[in-house]
């Protein structure tokens, strides 16, 4: 078992920045992938970012690219999404997730946080 608690959200202005931490804790080893979904009301979840633990090899959705950044922090098990240029369409509940494959296909991403709500505004 893996557990994931989100911090970080918030609301901000378009144009400015959040970061997102989650805080792994469990079988971390078991999983291969870790990354960060979100879902906005009324739409389907959606991949935004995911990081394939045995190399650091990073993946962006293609409405984040180049504006968002994930990365962690092995020492303290601790996953984070920068987020800068945020635009109001970014605003959705961001959900840290794990998995032992690592895509955007939602099925094989097996342990979720509960969600941390990002909101900006125009």
């Known amino acids: 078992q893996v557990q994931l608690v989100e911090s970080g959200g918030g609301s901000v202005q378009a144009g400015g920045s959040l970061t997102l931490s989650c805080a792994a804790s469990g079988s971390i080893d078991a999983v291969y992938c870790l990354g960060w979904w979100r879902q906005a009301k009324g739409k389907q979840r959606e991949g935004v970012a995911r990081?394939?633990?045995?190399?650091?090899?990073?993946h962006y959705g293609n409405s984040v690219n180049g504006r968002f950044t994930i990365s962690r922090d092995k020492s303290k098990n601790t996953l984070f999404l920068q987020m800068n240029d945020l635009k109001p369409e970014d605003t959705a509940m961001y959900y840290c997730?794990?998995?032992?494959?690592?895509?955007?296909?939602?099925?094989?991403?097996?342990?979720w946080g509960q969600g941390t709500q990002v909101t900006v505004s125009s």
């Open positions: 990081l394939y633990t045995p190399t650091e090899y990073t």
């Open positions: 997730a794990a998995g032992r494959t690592c895509d955007f296909l939602l099925e094989n991403w097996i342990y």
